[in-house]
């Protein structure tokens, strides 16, 4: 994790230490529940071929909302999970007109996610710079956000570019590998203890036996 233009970055690097379902790091991290102190904050994930933007609000027991884009199909409803609407994502990402200024960027972060508002994955490729924006832009926001996410015809990358440029995030050169979290100043490596993951796993397989015996 680092900070970066006034976000916190945090990507996993490595293999995930727990057994399956949570040995894909990126797709744990997608679903990682985000404590109030940290929010908002705003995940950019690419798994495969989808797209994955996962928005915590700043509220109390708000709910984590989810955007999937797939191609072909564009935007498709997260079954199952709290669907993001485009205003959900400009909110978080702090582009809010007030009183004729400019749009500002967020705070600081969430691990696994850049800044307690944004975050990459190690997989995801693509993004842009963080601009300055304007009040006109700002307003524009979710309409080009639901653009973008609707165009079939793009890819993972391309989406997520696009988002990240309309919500004016920093981040593209991790999106795209030009750069390594690593590199970013004031980056550090956080481990979990061998002992938390192995407590992690048992308490899986734990839940897991549990609701064999409930359905049996």
Same mark, same amino acid.
Request: avoid cysteine; hydrophobic fraction near 45%.
């Given at each position: 994790?680092?900070?970066?233009?006034?976000?916190?970055? +945090?990507? @996993?690097? #490595?293999? /995930?230490? %727990? *057994?399956?379902?949570?040995?894909? &790091?990126? $797709?744990? =991290?997608?679903?990682?529940?985000?404590?109030?102190?940290?929010?908002?904050?705003?995940?950019?994930?690419?798994?495969?071929?989808?797209?994955?933007?996962?928005?915590?609000?700043?509220?109390?027991?708000?709910?984590?909302?989810?955007?999937?884009?797939?191609?072909?199909?564009?935007? +498709?409803? @997260?079954? #199952?999970? /709290?669907? %993001? *609407?485009?205003?959900?994502?400009? &909110?978080? $990402?702090? =582009?809010?007109?007030?009183?004729?200024?400019?749009?500002?960027?967020?705070?600081?972060?969430?691990?696994?996610?850049?800044?307690?508002?944004?975050?990459?994955?190690?997989?995801?490729?693509?993004?842009?710079?963080?601009?300055?924006?304007?009040?006109?832009?700002?307003?524009?926001?979710?309409?080009?956000?639901?653009?973008?996410?609707?165009?079939?015809?793009?890819?993972?990358?391309?989406?997520?570019?696009?988002?990240?440029?309309?919500?004016?995030?920093?981040?593209?050169?991790?999106?795209?590998?030009?750069?390594?979290?690593?590199?970013?100043?004031?980056?550090?490596?956080?481990?979990?203890?061998?002992?938390?993951?192995?407590?992690?796993?048992?308490?899986?397989?734990?839940?897991?036996?549990?609701?064999?015996?409930?359905?049996?």
């Amino acid at each position: 994790m680092a900070p970066l233009e006034g976000w916190t970055v +945090v990507m @996993p690097t #490595g293999p /995930a230490r %727990a *057994r399956y379902p949570y040995d894909d &790091a990126v $797709a744990s =991290l997608a679903g990682r529940p985000v404590g109030l102190w940290m929010r908002p904050a705003i995940g950019v994930f690419q798994l495969g071929r989808q797209a994955v933007l996962t928005v915590h609000p700043d509220a109390w027991r708000a709910v984590q909302r989810w955007a999937i884009w797939t191609p072909r199909d564009g935007l +498709v409803a @997260p079954i #199952g999970l /709290a669907a %993001a *609407r485009p205003a959900d994502l400009v &909110a978080a $990402a702090g =582009l809010l007109e007030e009183s004729g200024r400019a749009p500002t960027t967020g705070q600081a972060g969430h691990a696994g996610q850049e800044g307690p508002r944004a975050g990459h994955d190690a997989a995801s490729t693509g993004g842009p710079l963080a601009a300055t924006g304007s009040t006109g832009l700002a307003a524009d926001a979710p309409a080009r956000l639901r653009a973008v996410l609707r165009d079939g015809d793009n890819d993972a990358t391309g989406v997520l570019a696009g988002v990240l440029d309309i919500l004016e995030l920093p981040g593209a050169q991790l999106l795209t590998g030009e750069v390594s979290v690593e590199d970013l100043p004031g980056a550090r490596l956080v481990e979990p203890a061998g002992r938390h993951a192995r407590a992690f796993d048992r308490l899986v397989s734990d839940e897991a036996r549990h609701r064999i015996e409930m359905e049996a």
